[in-house]
């Protein structure tokens, strides 16, 4: 079900990406860095079920590693501890974050073999795409 999401995706675009960060929170010093940085994004599956799910770049290196609806401790490129549960909704990855009242949710999608990652927080939605680089 999430092999479409399988491989290792480079960005390419990102747009209000900013705004997302300002609206989690983030600083400015981490903001910079974070809008200059081009993620790899690389997730696997074993036969078990067990999703591993990698943000690579310069900047930072984040991993986790989950089965679909089980929520589990995350530590985020911006140092929050959030509760996240992934879920696939529509065909959609749907990555929700918790932590301090408050919440996040990141869906991805394969739309024309591009991965198409929405940020929403509140309001404020940024988006960023990713193609396929292996
Ligand atoms: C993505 O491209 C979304 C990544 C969201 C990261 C939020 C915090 C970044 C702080 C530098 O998969």
Same mark, same amino acid.
């Given at each position: 079900?999430?092999?479409?999401?399988?491989?290792?995706?480079?960005?390419?675009?990102?747009?209000?990406?900013?705004?997302?960060?300002?609206?989690?929170?983030?600083?400015?010093?981490?903001?910079?860095?974070?809008?200059?940085?081009?993620?790899?994004?690389?997730?696997?599956?074993?036969?078990?079920?067990?999703?591993?799910?990698?943000?690579?770049?310069?900047?930072?290196?984040?991993?986790?590693?989950?089965?679909?609806?089980?929520?589990?401790?995350?530590? @985020?490129? +911006?140092?929050?501890? *959030? #509760?996240?549960?992934?879920?696939?909704?529509? &065909?959609? !990855? %749907?990555?929700?974050? @918790?932590? +301090?009242?408050?919440? *996040? #949710?990141?869906?991805?999608?394969?739309?024309? &073999?591009? !991965? %198409?990652?929405?940020?929403?927080?509140?309001?404020?939605?940024?988006?960023?795409?990713?193609?396929?680089?292996?």
């Amino acid at each position: 079900m999430v092999d479409k999401f399988v491989g290792t995706w480079k960005m390419v675009s990102s747009d209000n990406f900013d705004e997302y960060m300002k609206a989690l929170g983030v600083g400015f010093a981490t903001r910079q860095v974070g809008n200059r940085t081009k993620p790899n994004f690389i997730l696997n599956v074993d036969d078990q079920g067990l999703i591993c799910m990698k943000s690579q770049s310069t900047f930072k290196t984040t991993e986790v590693k989950f089965k679909l609806n089980e929520s589990f401790a995350e530590t @985020t490129a +911006d140092d929050r501890k *959030t #509760t996240t549960v992934v879920s696939l909704e529509n &065909g959609k !990855l %749907v990555q929700k974050q @918790t932590w +301090d009242g408050k919440e *996040t #949710t990141l869906e991805r999608e394969v739309i024309d &073999g591009q !991965l %198409v990652a929405t940020c929403k927080m509140g309001d404020v939605v940024a988006v960023r795409t990713y193609v396929k680089e292996a």
